[in-house]
């Protein structure tokens, strides 16, 4: 094995634990969120601005271009150093950036539970060809102005990186023209694999829309706006409230029988001293009675 092959290998593998760097996981942990279980457990950008706001995703995205942006020069460097070859060069290039970007979505330092690629993928082709990341951010940008969903955004990304890339840079690819038309249809199915779960959402109308709001940073699990499954807690807490609501209706029930008990008292009272005040007068007219005879009898 040459001298070549061995700096191939040995670059790709540093490359690949570049990928590994994890941004979200560190602003994450600086927050106290776990941010893998919460909001929609991505580690990516947009799950980030959801969960922790705009001053961590700021620096998930640029930590997660960097390290694309960092490979190819890394690449770039030692390739100088160890051949005049153009055509090694761009290979070297082409092996660093992807073994970063399998890092980046399959990182083994977090179990493979890594981001979906974009931003790196970005960083990438900012290193390679401004012009061309340029042209993709527009895109990008504008689906997702369109639609407010990030992950259509990527998607319609994905399915034209290849189209834009090889018939842009034929001149650039040299001796290297299968390499590359490999790579970027490597780029773009990786991307797509990664957003299967956001296709499927998307096919059946659940994928959230895009939102500024402040997001609650520190509580974890609790989540995003949209992706975070329901509290059980919730419906639980319910269930005494409604059993609450029937004692009191019950409760409210029994007050209204007795006060009509009461009233139906009152009203028996009330006719019993209408009774006696109608039955006063003919009790004295009754004792009057004897006076006016012995009134009769002293006339006599």
Known sequence: MGNTALVFIALGVICYFI????????????????????????????????????????????????????????????????????????????????????GHCWPIVFKFRGGKGIATTFGILLALRPHLALIMLVIVAVTVLISRRVSLGSLVGAFLFPSIMI???TDYVLGARLWYVTWCVAFSVIVIIRHLPNIYRLLNGEEPKLSFGKAKAGAAGAAGTVDGPPDDEEFEDDE???????????????????????????????????????GGPEEETDTEKPADDDTEGSEE
Do not use: H, W
């Open 19 to 102: 990928g590994n760097i994890s941004p979200a996981r560190i602003a994450g942990r600086a927050m106290n969120v776990d941010i893998l279980e919460s909001g929609s457990g991505n580690p990516g950008t947009t799950n980030v601005l959801r969960v922790m706001g705009k001053k961590a995703a700021a620096f998930t995205l640029i930590v997660d271009i960097l390290k694309g942006y960092i490979s190819v020069q890394l690449a770039r460097y030692v390739g100088v150093m160890i051949t005049d070859d153009n055509t090694v060069i761009m290979k070297l290039v082409l092996l660093c950036s992807f073994c970063t970007l399998i």
């Open 167 to 169: 018939t842009n840079n």
């Open 240 to 278: 005494p409230e409604a059993e609450e609501s029937g004692d009191e209706t019950e409760e409210d029930d029994a007050g209204d029988e007795a006060e009509r008990a009461d009233a139906g008292d009152n009203d028996a009272e009330n006719e019993t001293e209408d009774g006696k005040a109608e």
